[in-house]
């Protein structure tokens, strides 16, 4: 899997949720090896989250930076 296709499955699963109304992209990168992906979410109670998620493709698998 490619960086694009990875990054578009994320928005896909995002987009499809029964529970988000809203999806804000605030930062979206694409490197050469990496990307990262940054969005607000907002939830159909009106509550949001923010998240962010760094990853890698290695070996045609999806390797994730684990963070706190």
Known sequence: ???EQYMAAVKEKLA???IISTI????EQIFRNRGYFRARLT???SDF???AESFAIQDNQTLLKKGI
């Open 16 to 18: 499809g949720s029964s």
């Open 1 to 3: 899997m490619i960086l």
């Open 49 to 51: 989250l923010e998240i």
């Open 24 to 27: 804000e992209v605030s930062d």
């Open 43 to 45: 939830l159909i109670n």
